[in-house]
């Protein structure tokens, strides 16, 4: 059974930068066609895809974030980790971390992490 | 960049009534690469639809996928009270690599 958990700050300051770490199980990142991404969703508003990670540690990211953003796997084999610079209030939101299946869906879900952005 | 219009921004039907949401794509795609979440209040969303029509694995056949090119839509045949959610459709391809709706709210009339 697959799943993922999201964890790291609650609240954050302007200017600082954002970790968030996915821990998973049920899967392996080694695996072929397999990727990890992160998706946010500020309250009350629609989802919005940031960054993924693929199996082979190719990444692709959000292109109005790209520049801030950085997603790595972690120190453990079933970690993966998102950094974000410069937080803003306007990045206050939900965070999830996902699996890609080798189709390109987000099949399995973390239960999300709630970033407040406030000084 | 490729943007996924969803109507209605929110739908109010009552139980047992059938309900039909539009996605709508701004260019052509797949329709292997359309997806369809449900996401219930303060839950992560979840997989319905996969490939525009496939339903993923558990999902109750009254939820149904079709369309093509631009146009796709998620139809729920007879609506159980658990149905009353928020819908939001993904579109996998590239720059970006995804992109998700602004999702349909359906609500109990």
């Known amino acids: 059974q697959i799943t993922l958990k999201e964890s790291g700050p609650t609240l954050v300051k302007p200017t600082q930068t954002l970790t968030l770490t996915c821990t998973f199980s049920?899967?392996?990142?080694?695996?072929?066609?397999?990727?990890v991404g992160w998706i946010r969703q500020p309250p009350g508003k629609a989802l919005e895809w940031l960054a993924l990670i693929y199996w082979d540690e190719d990444d692709r990211y959000s292109p109005s974030l790209k520049g801030r953003l950085t997603i790595t796997k972690g120190s453990s084999e079933n970690q993966v980790v998102l950094t974000m610079t410069n937080m803003d209030p306007v990045d206050t939101g939900t965070y999830y971390c996902a699996h890609k299946d080798e189709s390109g869906n987000f099949d399995f879900w973390g239960q999300g992490s709630l970033v407040t952005v406030s000084s | 960049e490729i943007v996924l219009t969803q109507s209605p921004g929110t739908l109010s039907l009552s139980p047992g009534e059938r309900a039909t949401l539009t996605c709508r794509a701004s260019?052509?795609?797949?329709?292997?690469?359309i997806a369809w979440y449900q996401q219930k209040r303060g839950q992560a969303p979840r997989l319905l639809i996969q490939g525009a029509s496939t339903r993923a694995p558990g999902i109750p056949d009254r939820f149904s996928g079709s369309g093509s090119g631009t146009d796709f839509t998620l139809t729920i045949s007879r609506l159980e009270p658990e149905d009353f959610a928020v819908y939001y459709c993904?579109?996998?391809?590239?720059?970006?690599?995804?992109?998700f709706g602004q999702g349909t709210k359906l609500e109990i009339k």
């Open positions: 993904l579109r996998y391809g590239s720059s970006p690599l995804y992109t």
């Open positions: 049920g899967f392996s990142l080694s695996s072929n066609g397999v990727g």
């Open positions: 260019q052509f795609v797949s329709s292997v690469y």
